[in-house]
Structure formats: structure tokens, C-alpha cells
């Protein structure tokens, strides 16, 4: 039977199990968890609202299943694969109701953990990590008991001796007072994340034994090998407009010519128009170049909108459009 220790969210943790897959998958390190240092001062910590906005609801087949952590500056999200369920997408809500359909890019069925990434939207307002000791200082965790992520007290109540659903053994696993929805947050004081809520299976586990479900904290460390190993393809669509453009000048203004226009693209939605349209203006930005067109909308992600302002016909005229995903 294969065994692992998961530690008490501190120094010990899947350095070596997470190398080894990783070294088997051939995959890319692109980021980890962000530490505290990054974006928050010293001895500062997150409001209330501020954590809101950084949960979401995981919701599979229109009911909630679990809650979602997004990754500061980053906007992937970070949640339990039995959140997600079998088919690896699903969708989130965040707390200003906006909904998203994310895809389970980057997954471990052992540890319980899964990276979702929203296919549309942008939202970066995320966590930090914690590089607290949990047994010293008090703890919150999410609940869904109103339908959407709410913060409540929670503790460590004990470790267990508990298995992955392919029998590998977690040693030491932490479980809670209470068990919170799969993926929630256990939080330091300061609104900074401790690790997550996954599920797992009570007792040593065997080839013949049922799984008694049980709810555990994965260890941040453990979420930052998982992250540090994460995909180069894990990553968000890129925003498409649509159309080819050449430099182009009409009594001294100048802008971007349109001179061809992809069928059913968002350019082609919004009525753009080939050889008559001189893009000038794209979010308020005078535009000079197809190039610089180009980082304007790579800054946006699908499902924005996009505002133009286009010269034809001797006259202006302004113009939105949703950017969406390549064809």
C-alpha cells in the first residue's frame, strides 16, 4: 500500500511524491502560491468582504458542491476535485454574483486538489498564503449554509489515519471540529490561507474496504507543490477579436485598417467592416499599429467587452465588442 504523511500544515509534506510526478508527467512549473510578503504589508490583513471576494461557489449540475479559492493576481482557481465531480468542469459564482464555467486543468486525485480555470472573465482579487503555525492561533473556514461562501470559527479537532480513494494512505491528516464544503479555506487570523478542506476516506483503507468519507485539510505546503507543478497549458483561452488589420492614415488620422474580417468572429458580431473601418481608438487608447491592437485586447480576457472607436465614412462612430474565444 502506498503511504504519504501529510504534516500539520507545516515543514513536512509531498516534496518528494509531488517531484516524482511531476518528472513522470513532464510538466511546467508556472507559478506557486503567492506568499504573504507579495502583496500585503507586514502585520496587515484581509477585511471580511476583501476574503468574500476571494471565494467562490463551485456548482456542478446547477447545485452547489463546494467552494473555490482564487489565486491572488493570478485568477485561476483552487478547489478539491470532489468539488468539481467526474466530468472536471463545472461552474463558479463569485460574490458579485458573476458566474463562470471553469475547466479542472491541473488535478491530483490523491490529494484531492484541482486548479480550475475560468474559460471567461477576469477576476484576480485572491488569497495569499499563511505561514502561520495553526495550532497557535485562531481559525476560520467557509460555509455554504446560505447558499454562498460565509466565514465561520473553526479548529483542529485531531489527527486521523486516513486513504485516498486509490488506497494511498494519508498519515496524520488533520480533520476539523466541523466538516466544511469540499475546497474551503482554513484562515489565520489575518484572512490568509492555512490550507483547504479535501475529502478522503477514514481509517487505512484496503483493496476490500469501503470509503467512510471524511473531510481533512490539505497543507499549504502541499498545495504549493501541487501549484509549482501545474500545466503550461492550464491557462484561461486567449481573447479573439477577429479581424486583420494594416497601419493606415485618412487626413491625418490615424488607426488600424481593417482588411479582412473571420466569419462569425466578435468583429463580425459588432459590425465591423472590411476596407471602410479605421479603428483609432481602442479603450481609449489611440491606436497606431495592428501590433498595438494586438496588447490591447491581450490584456482583456474572453467575455469583455471591448470599446472602439472607428472612423468611416467621413464620421465616427463607437463601437462594442465581446471579445470570445479562437475558433
Given at each position: 500500500m502506498k503511504k504519504l504523511r501529510l504534516a500539520a500544515l507545516a515543514c513536512v509534506s509531498l516534496v518528494g511524491l509531488a517531484a516524482s510526478r511531476a518528472g513522470a508527467q513532464g510538466t511546467n512549473v508556472v507559478g506557486t502560491l503567492p506568499n504573504p510578503s507579495a502583496s500585503v504589508a507586514s502585520g496587515g490583513g484581509f477585511s471580511a468582504d476583501r476574503i468574500r471576494d476571494a471565494l467562490v461557489t463551485v456548482q456542478a449540475g446547477g447545485r452547489a458542491t463546494g467552494v473555490g479559492v482564487v489565486l491572488d493576481g493570478d485568477g485561476r482557481i483552487i478547489s478539491s476535485l470532489s468539488a468539481v465531480g467526474p466530468h472536471d468542469e463545472a461552474d463558479v459564482r463569485y460574490a458579485n454574483?458573476?458566474?463562470?464555467?471553469?475547466?479542472?486543468?491541473?488535478?491530483?486525485?490523491?490529494?484531492?486538489?484541482?486548479?480550475?480555470?475560468?474559460?471567461?472573465?477576469?477576476y484576480t482579487t485572491g488569497l495569499l498564503a499563511s505561514e502561520l503555525d495553526p495550532m497557535t492561533v485562531e481559525l476560520r473556514t467557509a460555509s455554504l449554509a446560505t447558499g454562498?461562501?460565509?466565514?465561520?470559527?473553526?479548529?483542529?479537532?485531531?489527527?486521523?489515519?486516513?486513504?485516498?480513494?486509490?488506497?494511498?494512505?494519508?498519515?496524520?491528516?488533520?480533520?476539523?471540529?466541523?466538516?466544511?464544503p469540499a475546497g474551503a479555506p482554513l484562515l489565520d487570523p489575518q484572512g490568509r490561507s492555512l490550507g483547504i478542506a479535501?475529502?478522503?476516506?477514514?481509517?487505512?483503507?484496503?483493496?476490500q474496504a469501503p470509503c467512510a468519507s471524511v473531510t481533512v485539510v490539505i497543507p499549504i505546503l502541499s498545495i504549493r507543490i501541487f501549484l509549482s507543478h501545474t500545466p503550461a497549458t492550464a491557462v484561461a483561452p486567449s481573447p479573439w477579436l477577429g479581424i486583420n488589420g494594416v497601419p493606415d492614415s485618412v487626413n491625418g488620422i490615424r488607426g488600424v485598417r481593417v482588411q479582412a474580417v473571420a466569419p462569425r468572429s466578435p468583429a463580425e458580431h459588432s459590425g465591423l467592416h472590411t476596407q471602410t473601418d479605421l479603428i483609432v481608438?481602442?479603450?481609449?487608447?489611440?491606436?497606431?499599429?495592428?501590433?498595438?491592437?494586438?496588447?490591447?485586447?491581450?490584456?482583456?480576457?474572453?467575455?469583455?467587452?471591448?470599446?472602439?472607436?472607428?472612423?468611416?465614412?467621413?464620421?465616427?462612430?463607437?463601437?462594442?465588442?465581446?471579445?470570445?474565444a479562437p475558433p
Open positions: 454574483g458573476h458566474t463562470a464555467h471553469v475547466r479542472a486543468m491541473h488535478k491530483d486525485a490523491v490529494l484531492d486538489l484541482a486548479l480550475l480555470v475560468p474559460m471567461t472573465g477576469h454562498r461562501p460565509t466565514l465561520v470559527p473553526a479548529k483542529l479537532k485531531t489527527r486521523i489515519d486516513a486513504h485516498a480513494k486509490d488506497g494511498t494512505l494519508l498519515s496524520g491528516a488533520w480533520e476539523l471540529d466541523h466538516a466544511p479535501g475529502r478522503a476516506c477514514r481509517g487505512a483503507g484496503g483493496d481608438v481602442a479603450d481609449g487608447q489611440p491606436l497606431d499599429t495592428p501590433e498595438r491592437l494586438a496588447q490591447i485586447v491581450a490584456k482583456h480576457a474572453v467575455g469583455d467587452v471591448l470599446k472602439l472607436s472607428v472612423f468611416s465614412g467621413g464620421r465616427y462612430r463607437d463601437v462594442s465588442v465581446t471579445l470570445g
